[in-house]
């Protein structure tokens, strides 16, 4: 008998998590932002689990980063309309009420950085740009009477200024000064004195992350990459040497994430291990914090319920508890909690416990397909890892078509994770490959940098031998290969069809940019100081930039396209879009165009993202199993 096929709401019956957690400071209760109620709102629930209580209702907002007070049951948060990205913050008194607007500026983003509230609670600080569009200073704002104060400005200089960590005491804030994904600085602010001064890192630029002040004042977690390729975790002393650094953890992966609880006693930190992630945890003794402190320190690798992503990471202010937000290949994110109380030097951690169950699907986990990690040699003699998704029916007496998917970014990671598309597509007899092309973070510096004013360069290369690599597996029918993409993914997916349009029997683009000279003439103000080191200046570089572009080779496309993307885009224009659909209707292709009025960069509402995944889904499905699919 033939397997039964669930249909296309099963696989998307799940609820998305936003990617920020928040614990009362008693370890109670947790926090976190789902979309169970059909957009991104606020929800509470007990720590050990039980019924969740929705603390927020927005219909047109959507609910972004989240914190709690260390003093009070109040939760500040962030909000926008419509992905537009001028969010909003909100405060929320958790004994009863509404959300509280406290600021009221629709074309200022407001952003949080790894601190919201000063240890007192009586304040908050975050990052706007309404001095200047061009650069985010960090504020502070006073709860009982709304008064603000630029703390640290914004300037071509510095870049974007966000908060990171305040002192024990108050009275320092550690703020990253932001000029680009692998340029960011350490500054110290006094709020005595109102003096403001760098202390890391000396020399070239490096990616710091200031994470966390030790408890006695005296230095701050830094996760950097400052002369080596990964992120590694550090301490650093704002008092000592000018450039000092004592390394604590540098395994030949990414750090990716670090917490400390508020006496200092307890730190958890998650690595990235070509792409799965480890939690790893040390009960610190008392008094100062060095290397040999640290050392000293038992450490306890938490065991995962399955190879997948941590996604978020929270502690209760005593480092006895923690919440997680895990994401698993068969298993959409879910949140976990795990008792640290007994961390010690034989002591074993239970596996984290699920605290929530949102995947009302049910599809059992032994009908979803694990990927496989693989690799294969790329032009220039690099290695590209990535994750290969295979049909069960797929093989050489029965080959199927594939899709390549193409992550967003570029610096970011193709990592095992539930995709409900990917896990669609396979059981339609669709197989997905997923690599992790130049540019993408998680395997050095260095590679993470390759893409650097090279966007349509080396990358686009790398997908050409993905397309060869996928051709030459036995169970792929050749002829039927589609390429995906979202932002930038989109963006590689443009430069697949139009620059290799050997390859491709489909594709679709969600919010890609298509002509690179607009799109870094478009972009949000605060983006400008650094687009020209990243992508290319639309003046300076037009001639680099129209060579790249999409939209030139728009003659050369064969493959049938479907086109996605949202009006309110802040990051790439509607123009992206609708200039390379109303080229290729010039020229009458193949091409489908969706847009939707009420979205940004992304689907935030749950009908919007199940409209636009089964459009993609429809369209690959005639396209790659449909009659005489394949080139043309």
């Excluded at 009221?104 to 949080?112: L, M, T």
């Excluded at 680009?180 to 602010?189: A, C, K, P, R, V």
Aim: hydrophobic share 40%; charged share 25%.
């Amino acid at each position: 008998m033939a397997r039964s096929t669930p249909p296309f709401e099963q696989f998307f019956a799940y609820r998305r998590y936003f990617t920020s957690l928040a614990m009362a400071p008693r370890g109670d209760r947790v926090a976190y932002v789902t979309d169970a109620s059909g957009q991104f709102n606020l929800w509470i629930q007990p720590w050990e689990g039980g019924w969740p209580s929705q603390r927020t209702a927005f219909e047109e907002q959507s609910v972004r980063e989240i914190a709690w007070s260390p003093v009070e049951d109040r939760i500040i948060f962030l909000a926008d309309r419509h992905g537009d990205e001028f969010w909003q913050i909100y405060s929320l008194e958790l004994d009863g009420g509404w959300p509280r607007q406290l600021t009221n500026a629709p074309e200022v983003r407001h952003e949080f950085g790894g601190v919201v509230f000063t240890p007192d609670g009586r304040h908050i600080v975050y990052s706007a740009n309404e001095r200047d569009p061009a650069h985010a200073d960090t504020i502070l704002m006073d709860l009982a009477t709304g008064e603000r104060r630029v703390l640290v400005e914004g300037s071509d200089a510095w870049g974007q200024i966000y908060p990171a960590a305040w002192s024990p005491d108050g009275r320092r804030l550690a703020c990253m000064a932001f000029r680009g994904n692998t340029d960011q600085s350490l500054l110290i602010h006094d709020l005595a004195s109102g003096s403001t001064r760098p202390t890391f890192p000396p020399g070239e630029p490096a990616t710091v992350w200031p994470m966390a002040w030790t408890a006695d004042g005296q230095g701050i977690l830094l996760l950097t990459d400052h002369d080596r390729e990964f992120m590694g975790l550090a301490l650093h002393r704002p008092d000592g040497p000018p450039g000092n650094l004592e390394w604590l953890e540098t395994p030949p992966w990414d750090v990716e994430a670090v917490e400390l609880s508020r006496d200092g006693r307890v730190a958890a930190w998650v690595v990235n291990e070509n792409g799965v992630s480890r939690l790893f945890v040390r009960r610190l003794a008392a008094g100062a914090l060095d290397g040999e402190a640290w050392r000293a320190a038992p450490v306890v690798e938490v065991p995962m319920p399955e190879a997948g992503v941590i996604a978020a990471l929270a502690l209760s202010a005593d480092g006895r508890r923690a919440v997680l937000l895990i994401n698993r290949s068969r298993r959409p994110a879910e949140v976990y909690t795990v008792e640290l109380a007994e961390v010690g030097p034989s002591r074993q951690i239970a596996p984290p416990r699920q605290v929530t169950d949102g995947f009302i699907g049910a599809i059992p986990e032994e009908e979803l397909v694990v990927p496989e990690p693989v690799s294969y040699v790329t032009w220039d003699g690099r290695g590209i890892s990535g994750w290969l998704y295979r049909p069960r029916e797929a093989s050489p007496e029965h080959r199927v078509p594939v899709v390549l998917s193409i992550h967003g970014g570029p610096e970011a990671q193709e990592r095992p994770t539930y995709s409900a598309f990917y896990q669609l597509l396979l059981h339609r007899g669709i197989g997905i490959f997923a690599p992790n092309i130049r540019g993408s973070t998680g395997y050095g510096r260095t590679f993470q940098r390759l893409i650097y004013r090279d966007w349509g360069g080396g990358e686009l290369k790398d997908l050409g031998e993905a397309a060869r690599f996928l051709r030459s597996l036995d169970w792929v029918d050749p002829d039927r290969i589609g390429v995906f993409g979202g932002s930038f993914g989109g963006f590689a997916t443009l430069s697949c069809i139009s620059r290799l349009p050997e390859y491709w029997a489909a594709a679709v683009d969600i919010v890609g940019p298509s002509n690179l000279i607009t799109f870094a003439q478009s972009v949000p103000p605060t983006w400008r100081d650094f687009m020209a080191e990243w992508v290319g200046d639309p003046e300076r570089d037009a001639e680099l930039l129209r060579e790249r572009s999409p939209i030139t080779y728009v003659d050369q496309i064969r493959a049938p396209l479907l086109v996605i993307q949202g009006a309110k885009d802040p990051r790439v224009h509607r123009n992206e879009s609708e200039q390379m659909v109303a080229r290729l209707r010039e020229l009458g292709r193949e091409v489908e165009y969706l847009l939707f009025e009420d979205e940004g960069h992304g689907f935030t509402k749950r009908a919007n993202n199940l409209k636009a995944f089964r459009a993609a889904a429809e369209f690959f499905e005639r396209k790659l199993l449909g009659p005489g699919a394949g080139p043309g």
